[in-house]
């Protein structure tokens, strides 16, 4: 009975701890004012992502590009997605752009956007041979950035690509919301160093 009831509290703990993930608190900036001042971003950063193809197919090549594009007057931005699938001599290009508005407090970033477009083709030996399927979608899909000045880069609090969330990044290493301390400086560094699945954007131009 001991045995059961123990592995019913793991289990309550596990549910709750899983319902809780990701917090809140990365939909939104801190409400307090931060001890830093609050950036403003302008250019080009974008993700270094190389080239995947798995050892089990010599047909299948698959490439990603992703950049975010600011303006300093609007407090705006442009989100770019590209990815393209090579598979049997056809190349599958999926699209994603996304546009909207970003506001800071010290070195958070909230990017909210409010327009997605994705487009979607098939090409063979140069030629769109199906598509494109094009389609928008208004949205107010909020994510929280760190920025970092030494590197010149953001990092979003957990993994997003093409607007798909996995529930793991940055924020795991973060005891306390918005705490710049070691631990999150770990964390940060670690998930800045990945390169499959990418979570850093660094500047470009």
């Not at 004012?33 to 050892?55: A, M, N, R």
């Not at 056809?90 to 996304?98: H, Q, V, W």
Request: aromatic share 12%.
């Amino acid at each position: 009975m001991k045995v059961i009831l123990a592995i019913l509290r793991i289990l309550v703990l596990l549910s709750f701890s899983i319902g809780c993930f990701p917090p809140s608190w990365i939909r939104q900036l801190p409400e307090k004012p931060e001890s830093s001042s609050d950036i403003t971003l302008k250019g080009i950063y974008g993700k270094k992502l190389p080239p995947f193809s798995p050892f089990t197919s010599v047909t299948y090549k698959e490439k990603q590009s992703e950049r975010l594009e600011f303006s300093h007057s609007e407090k705006s931005f442009q989100k770019y997605y590209l990815r393209e699938i090579e598979e049997k001599g056809e190349i599958r290009r999926i699209k994603i752009e996304g546009s909207g508005k970003y506001e800071s407090r010290g070195n958070w970033l909230l990017l909210t956007t409010q327009k997605i477009k994705k487009e979607e083709s098939i090409w063979k030996d140069g030629k769109q041979i199906s598509g494109p399927e094009i389609n928008f979608l208004e949205t107010s899909h909020k994510l929280l950035y760190h920025y970092d000045p030494s590197s010149d880069s953001l990092i979003s609090m957990i993994y997003e690509s093409g607007y798909r969330e996995k529930p793991f990044g940055v924020v795991e290493g973060t005891n306390t919301p918005y705490a710049e301390d070691e631990l999150f400086r770990i964390s940060r560094r670690n998930y800045s160093k990945k390169e499959y699945q990418g979570h850093a954007y660094f500047k470009v131009r």
